[in-house]
C-alpha cells in the first residue's frame, strides 16, 4: 500500500498570500497518477487536479500541480476566501487508492 | 446535469448489513468507472472500493474485502455498495463519486453522500 503524507498539517494565511502543499508518497507514483481534492465543511470532495498538474474542468488558474516520483505539490498563487477548505492528494497508480490525511488551509 | 443521489444509509448493529445504493443521471452510466470514498466523522477521505464501467472489475480498500461488495446495474443507472459483517469502524460517510472524463481512476463528480453509523 502507498502511504501518502501531507504536510503541514495546517497552513494559516491570508488572502492574497501564495500557499504550497505538500504530498509525498512511500513509494514512486509512477506516470504521476496523483491526484488533488478541495473539500468544504459539510460538502463532498472536489477535483482540482489529474495526473499531477492537469486541471480538472472549471478550475481556476490559480490552482496548479506539480512533482514527481515520490513528491508532489499544490499551489494556490493567490488565495481567495472560497480556497479556505481542506485539501486531499490521492493516488491512484495502485489500489488501495489511497488519500493523504489531508491540510487545512485557514485564514490567518 | 450529472447528478448522483445516495441512499441506504443508517443506523445498524455490529455484524450487520446495509446496502448503499447510488442513483446516477446526466451522463452515460455504463461508460465510466464508478466508486464508493467514506469518511468517518471528523476524519479524512478513504478509497473503499470502485468498478468499471461493464462491472467486471472491481477493487476493495484490504479493510473491506470480503465484506462489502460493489456492483452496478448498468439499465437502471445505479450503483451499490452491499456491506456486510460491520463495525464500528466502518461508520462514516459513504459517497459514490464517478469517473473523471479524461482518467477514469479520479472522480470529477461526487454525491452528497449518506451516513452509516453502526452501533450497538
Known amino acids: 500500500e502507498i502511504v501518502l503524507t501531507q504536510s503541514p498539517g495546517t497552513l494559516s494565511l491570508s488572502p492574497g498570500e501564495r500557499a504550497t502543499l505538500s504530498c509525498r508518497a512511500s513509494q514512486s507514483v509512477s506516470s504521476s497518477y496523483l491526484a488533488w481534492y478541495q473539500q468544504k465543511p459539510g460538502q463532498a470532495p472536489r477535483l482540482l487536479i489529474y495526473g499531477a498538474s492537469n486541471r480538472a474542468t472549471g478550475i481556476p488558474d490559480r490552482f496548479s500541480g506539480s512533482g514527481s516520483g515520490t513528491d508532489f505539490t499544490l499551489t494556490i498563487s493567490r488565495l481567495e476566501s472560497e480556497d479556505f477548505a481542506v485539501y486531499y492528494c490521492?493516488?491512484?497508480?495502485?489500489?488501495?487508492?489511497?488519500f493523504g490525511q489531508g491540510t487545512k488551509v485557514e485564514i490567518k | 446535469e450529472v447528478q448522483l443521489g445516495e441512499s441506504g444509509g443508517g443506523l445498524v448493529q455490529p455484524g450487520g448489513s446495509l446496502r448503499l445504493s447510488c442513483a446516477a443521471s446526466g451522463f452515460t452510466f455504463s461508460s465510466y468507472a464508478m466508486g464508493w470514498v467514506r469518511q468517518a466523522p471528523g476524519k479524512g477521505l478513504e478509497w473503499v472500493s470502485s468498478i468499471s464501467g461493464s462491472g467486471v472489475s472491481t477493487y476493495y480498500t484490504d479493510s473491506v474485502k470480503g465484506r462489502f461488495t460493489i456492483s452496478r446495474d448498468n439499465s437502471k443507472n445505479t450503483l451499490y455498495l452491499q456491506m456486510n459483517s460491520l463495525r464500528a469502524e466502518d461508520t462514516a460517510v459513504y459517497y459514490c463519486?464517478?469517473?473523471?472524463?479524461?482518467?477514469?481512476?479520479?472522480?470529477?463528480?461526487w454525491g452528497q453522500g449518506t451516513l452509516v453509523t453502526v452501533s450497538s
Open positions: 463519486a464517478k469517473g473523471s472524463e479524461k482518467q477514469q481512476l479520479v472522480y470529477d463528480y
Open positions: 490521492q493516488q491512484y497508480v495502485s489500489s488501495p487508492r489511497t
